[in-house]
């Protein structure tokens, strides 16, 4: 079974940015997508971002052009760059071993602890 454990968060002024890291171990990494998903307070899980084996990368259209997802397979480790954080992007961060077909990222069954994100003034 796959073990994720997340790492980056912190406490950010709105403008500034983190970086997560999710470090995998128990399965082939090199052969699975990957995604981050976040959940707030009092709201669902949502997926933040994927990347599939070749590298193709998707994103929620609330990070768009903010958030980079990248993969170092060597480390087997994913990355989510996050820049020009805003208060709405405060939630706890979870990494996720899942699949991609046509497209669309489909979550596996193991979550990491997550990493706490808060951005505030």
């Known amino acids: 079974q796959v073990q994720l454990v997340e790492s980056g968060g912190g406490l950010v002024q709105p403008g500034g940015s983190l970086r997560l890291s999710c470090a995998a171990s128990g399965s082939i990494f090199s052969i699975n997508s990957m995604g981050w998903y976040r959940q707030a307070p009092g709201k669902q899980r949502e997926l933040v971002a994927a990347i599939s084996v070749g590298g193709s990368t998707t994103y929620a259209d609330s990070v768009k052009g903010r958030f980079t997802i990248s993969r170092d397979n060597a480390k087997n480790t994913v990355y989510l760059q996050m820049n020009s954080l805003k208060p709405e992007d405060t939630a706890v961060y979870y990494c996720?071993?899942?699949?991609?077909?046509?497209?669309?990222?489909?979550?596996?069954?193991?979550w990491g602890q997550g990493t706490q994100v808060t951005v505030s003034s």
């Open positions: 996720n071993q899942g699949r991609t077909t046509g497209g669309t990222y489909y979550a596996g069954g193991s």
